[in-house]
Structure formats: C-alpha cells, structure tokens
C-alpha cells in the first residue's frame, strides 16, 4: 500500500491509497473558503449519552446529480473534491463534519448541575472505495476492497495518536433508504472525542462478565456461536479459517450479521496478516449475500467496532452489518418502540435470518 498525503484548496487533507507507488501532485484550484464548524458534544444527564450538536451541518450537498458527483475523479470539465483524473481509494477531511478539531476549539466547555457541554472535537473523514461512480462496495475486486481495509487501518493509526480523539470509527451507509446523500460509493470515518454509547453500553458487560466468569466475553459469544456450525438452528452464515460471520442471538434487526476475527484484537491496526488476508473474500461474500436478499440491493450499514483509547484490551474488533429492509417492499423504521424507549421489536427470528442467508 502507497500512501500519499496533500491538501485541498481549504487546507482539509487529501490522502490517496495506491496498490503501486503512484504520482499524485494535481493541485486543487477551487475557490473554496475555510469551512467553519461550532459543534457540541452534550452529556444527556440520564443516559451518560453524549450527544453532538452540529447545527452547521443543514446548508450540506444534498443528492446531487450525477454529472456534479463531488466523489467522482476531476475531469471533463468537473471539479470535484478529489482533484485527480484518476484515483484507486481516496480519502479526505469532510467539508461539512459533525466534528472538528481545530475549528471546534473555540466553544469552551462547562459544567453546570446536571449538565456538562464539551467541543466537538474530533475529525470526520470520507473515504471513497473506488472512483467508480456506478459501482458497490460489492462489486469491487478482493484486491480492491484490501486496499480499504489497509486505508481504514491506516487511518484507525493514525488518528488514534490525536490527544483529543478516544474512538475510532469507520462505517458505511448504503442506500437512499438508509439516509446516503451521495450515491457514488463512499464510507466515513469518525474520529470521536468520547466512547460511543454503544460501545460504553458493551465494555460494562464485558468488564461484569469477566469479574464473574474471569473469561473475555466476545470469546465466549464466538465461541458458542462457532459451536453450533453445521446445525440446522445454527446461526452461524459464513465462516473461513480466520473469520466468522454469524447472526446474532438478539439480533434488533431484520438481517443482522456480525463479522469477528478468530484471533481476538482491539482494532484494525493489530490484525495480523493471516486475517487480513482472507477478509477481502469473506466480507464481499456477505454483501453480496445482502444484495441478493431482495429484487433489489438491501440497503445497509456496516460497522467498525473499535476498541476505545486508552487501550481498552477487552473490546474485540468486529464489523456489524444490517439491512433495515425486512421484506422486498417493506422497511424496519424505528418507531415507537425503538426510538421512543430504545426497545427493539424484531419480526424475523435469527435462525431464520442465518439459514435464509446460508442458502442465498
Ligand atoms: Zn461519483
């Protein structure tokens, strides 16, 4: 992996990821003004939830044409935020982030009864798989989506070394339904100034279960679900000699898979090659799996759990992948229940999901 670091016109960093040493010297000539960003990170005083406030964000692109694709390489005429004719992965600092280092610094933080607001410092990075406007992160080649994981490791490095960063968090949302402004396809990064509610919610379970058992409990899950490989219950959907991908016991969503190495590690950076190796082939098995579920491609997220900073040795990396689509013309919103009490109401037993998966 080649990696070449620049600047954009408003000073945002520009980094491209080759497979083979590459020049990358097209400068860009945009008139573009220093975007400004003021967000907040609140503490919800019930939940311990912090909660980020970017009321900046409203005047961001919304559904451009096709023609106009700011992902897209820079030619014919079109300047887009990539300012090459031609790129292989690319990524670059968000103009319009929910979070910002440096520009966030000015709102000064308080504490006040019960509330406490902090800066939403961090950094929000776009990361675009391929300058293929018409394609899916399914449709790159094992070679290509390698040179993702070795972007989303990279980069997982190198924000880590932020003094104001805790988590690490790369993701992808596909599909209009889920809420993508941009069809061209990308995913994001999220370096956070606090521990995710979600990923505080898992480091208080795994830190009970091991003062009762003395056992890590991501091992314990993988292995019980490893366990039942071959049954007809099983909710295991794919495994190799470095990965499984299973459906979870509690699964919140209608297809839910979650992908976790073998060998347990905190993050990206700490994969070893073996495992790296192999994940190319086993994570587009499961999206084109997803994309064959219904007529058309089930729109999805897929999650990076990361473990947080400082080291927190117990949080087992591992990707969680889910449609929101439970039937060809049917989609799972989050209503009453789910939003209004956090409660989730699945229609579509995890067993089923994992055998209707295995067989696609
Ligand atoms: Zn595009």
């Not at 449709?139 to 104001?164: C, G, K, M, N, S």
């Not at 190799?240 to 990206?268: I, K, M, Q, S």
């Not at 087992?316 to 439970?326: D, G, K």
Request: proline share 8%; glycine share 6%; hydrophobic share 40%.
């Amino acid at each position: 992996m080649h990696k070449t670091v620049t600047k954009l016109a408003d000073g945002r960093e520009l980094i491209y990821f080759d497979t083979e040493p590459a020049v990358r010297d097209v400068v860009d000539t945009r008139p573009l003004d220093p975007a400004a960003s003021a967000s907040e990170v609140r503490v919800d005083p019930f939940t311990g939830d912090a909660v980020t406030i970017a009321a900046h964000r409203q005047g961001r692109i919304y559904h451009p044409p096709a023609d106009q694709c700011p992902l897209c390489p820079s030619r014919d005429g079109r300047a887009g935020e990539v300012p090459a004719r031609d790129y292989q992965v690319a990524v670059f600092e968000n103009r319009f982030p929910s979070l910002a280092g440096s520009s966030a610094q000015h709102v000064t933080p308080w504490s006040d009864g019960p509330y406490t607001l902090a800066p939403g410092t961090g950094r929000c990075e776009v990361v675009c798989f391929t300058p293929d406007h018409g394609a899916s992160f399914a449709d790159l080649t094992e070679q290509q989506a390698r040179l993702v994981l070795d972007a989303w490791t990279d980069r997982t490095a190198e924000l880590h070394t932020r003094p104001d960063v805790r988590q690490v968090y790369c993701f992808e949302n596909r599909g209009a339904d889920i809420g993508v402004t941009l069809g061209h396809p990308h995913g994001q990064i999220y370096a956070l100034p606090y521990v995710t509610p979600r990923t505080a919610q898992a480091l208080a379970k795994v830190a009970a279960h091991r003062e009762a058992t003395g056992r890590n409990l991501y091992d314990d899950v993988l292995a019980a679900e490893r366990a039942t490989t071959g049954r007809p219950d099983s909710r295991v959907v794919l495994a190799g000699e470095h990965w499984t991908a299973f459906v979870p016991f509690a699964a919140r969503w209608p297809y839910e898979v979650h992908l976790y190495p073998h060998r347990r590690v905190a993050d990206l950076t700490a994969l070893d090659e073996a495992a790296r190796a192999e994940f190319p082939r086993i994570y587009l098995d499961l999206l084109r799996r997803f994309d064959r579920l219904f007529p058309a491609p089930a729109p999805y997220i897929s999650a990076w759990h990361q473990a947080p900073r400082p080291a927190e040795a117990e949080l087992a990396l591992h990707l969680e992948l889910f449609t929101i689509r439970r039937t060809a013309d049917k989609l799972k919103y989050l209503a009453g229940t789910e939003s209004g009490m956090g409660a989730f109401m699945n229609d579509i037993r995890p067993e089923t999901a994992a055998r209707t998966l295995r067989e696609l």
